[in-house]
Nanobody, 122 residues
Framework: QVQLVESGGGLVQPGGSLSLSCAASGSISSIYAMGWYRQAPGKQRELVAV???????NYRNSVKGRFTISRDNTNNTVTLQMTRLRPEDTAVYYC????????????????WGRGTQVTVSS
């Protein structure tokens, strides 16, 4: 069906920047929404940012003005540019694809990547 592969992440000092990328593969015609969630140890998974196919975005309040989401509908990729990172941004970041229209003409959802670790520490 749909496979999501994330790249990027790693260790960065507070105030630094990182970029996460995610590519969706499969017999995909279109994906309604692609975005990023994160989960810190002992906490629930939470929305970071999401973008619909028509370009509408939704950001977590704590990342507004620091993170920017973008996507390429043709190639089914989504990128999260993170700046002015804080220790509290430390988490495993997961790519998400919601409501994928596949080659069989049916819509399926919801898909997750395996996650990539982001650690913000001095």
């Amino acid at each position: 069906q749909v496979q999501l592969v994330e790249s990027g992440g790693g260790l960065v000092q507070p105030g630094g920047s990182l970029s996460l990328s995610c590519a969706a593969s499969g017999s995909i015609s279109s994906i309604y929404a692609m975005g990023w969630y994160r989960q810190a140890p002992g906490k629930q998974r939470e929305l970071v940012a999401v973008m619909t196919r028509d370009g509408s975005t939704n950001y977590r309040n704590s990342v507004k003005g620091r993170f920017t989401i973008s996507r390429d509908n043709t190639n089914n990729t989504v990128t999260l540019q993170m700046t002015r990172l804080r220790p509290e941004d430390t988490a495993v970041y997961y790519c998400n694809a919601d409501r994928a229209l596949l080659g069989d003409g049916k819509t399926y959802g919801n898909y997750w990547g395996r996650g990539t670790q982001v650690t913000v520490s001095s």
